[in-house]
């Protein structure tokens, strides 16, 4: 029990921190999550983490909050995962508060612009990071239709700018006919060993 | 009121697959056509700020709204609205995976959710790269071309790779490098 708590204090702040530095969307929430997570504390694997960062965001809501209840269910279970959330929605709740009064002096300043301008490239690297590294994982299972669908899906979004929701549909969809495709496929193949035998 | 924001931001949370910057226009529909509680401008000071803002935009934007509608207590109904069903929705769709993960389909459906899911994270990714690059997500000119962020991210990118930084750290200084250049 002692163990658990403490893991469920290492959410809380871990969540906490990676909440306070999300700049440029919630999606560098997931090299954060594989660092501090995968990486330093060897609580999960990389496939689990893309794995959870699909489950996310085939899930309505911020992907960054999914994800942050997803490890922390993960962690420690139903108790971790509701800590995680808390503590993720806590930062902006505290900043948005204070920056709320100072609004205009805050949108205005030059050197703020700057710094956020600043952790902007460093958020970027982080995901451009994230990226190569798991297309290896994915390119390392040797399917085709894997490996061409992760391209695919970047440029229907980037360049056509197609709807996430349908990409991720057209995904299952492909999937689908792909299982069933490779089923009939293996009958055929039975039948066919069992006519010589006749 | 509190409840009207808390189920208001449910149906945004419910409806926004996608994350990010999918609930915006969401959000701008239910608050600023729908109900009438913001202006226009308003609402678009407040994208500007959550931007700027960490934590997650859909978080921020509900968060603030809130805020403005309600106080502290507008801002916590409208936040917990928003990310409610998200985060019950992939905790049962992760344990629906789980358990059934010895069968064929699923685990074929699963292996191509990830292969789309990390297609669409590059395109995130790609997004922030032209923001931070060209200062628009737009086509890319050259000419506007910022070469101290192309530095910032090579300097940053070289750091994961090589050493495998600390990503907060390397959140923190490259702020401060930013910070430091405009003062410059």
Request: charged share 15%.
């Amino acid at each position: 029990m002692p163990k658990k708590w403490k893991l469920c204090a290492w959410l809380f702040g871990i969540n906490f921190f990676l909440s306070a530095f999300t700049f440029g969307g919630g999606y560098v929430v997931v090299p954060m999550v594989r660092k501090y997570f995968v990486r330093k504390k060897e609580l999960f694997s990389e496939e689990e983490l893309v794995e959870m960062a699909a489950t996310a965001q085939s899930s309505p809501g911020a992907i960054a909050i999914n994800l942050s209840a997803l490890a922390g269910y993960r962690t420690a279970g139903a108790a971790g995962a509701a800590v995680s959330c808390v503590s993720a929605v806590l930062p902006p709740l505290l900043i948005l508060s204070a920056v709320s009064v100072w609004y205009d002096a805050f949108a205005s300043n030059p050197v703020v612009s700057a710094v956020l301008a600043g952790m902007q490239a460093g958020a970027a690297a982080l995901m451009v990071d994230y990226v190569v590294d798991m297309y290896r994982i994915i390119t390392g299972e040797h399917s085709r239709f894997l490996t061409l669908l992760a391209p695919a899906c970047f440029a229907a979004n980037f360049i056509f700018e197609i709807g996430a929701v349908w990409i991720l549909l057209f995904s299952c969809a492909l999937c689908l006919l792909r299982t069933w495709g490779r089923n009939i496929r293996a009958q055929k193949m039975k039948k066919e060993e069992k006519i010589p035998k006749c | 009121m509190l409840i009207t924001l808390f189920f208001l931001f449910v149906r945004i949370g419910l409806l926004s697959i996608g994350g990010g910057y999918a609930i915006i226009p969401m959000i701008q529909t239910e608050i600023v056509k729908n109900q009438g509680w913001l202006s226009e401008q308003a609402f678009t000071d407040i994208i500007a700020i959550s931007q700027m803002t960490p934590g997650p935009l859909a978080v921020n934007t509900s968060t603030f709204v809130g805020m403005r509608m309600a106080g502290v207590a507008g801002a916590v109904a409208a936040t917990a609205g928003c990310v409610i069903c998200g985060i019950v929705i992939s905790l049962s769709l992760y344990r629906f995976f789980q358990r059934h993960r010895d069968s064929k389909i699923i685990f074929e459906l699963l292996c191509g959710l990830k292969s789309a899911s990390l297609g669409l994270i590059a395109s995130a990714a790609g997004t922030i790269l032209l923001l931070t690059f060209f200062g628009s997500d737009g086509l890319p000119v050259l000419s506007q071309l910022d070469l101290p962020a192309v530095l910032l991210f090579s300097g940053t990118f070289f750091c994961l790779r090589k050493f495998r930084a600390n990503p907060i750290l390397l959140m923190t200084l490259c702020g401060a490098a930013g910070g430091l250049l405009s003062l410059i």
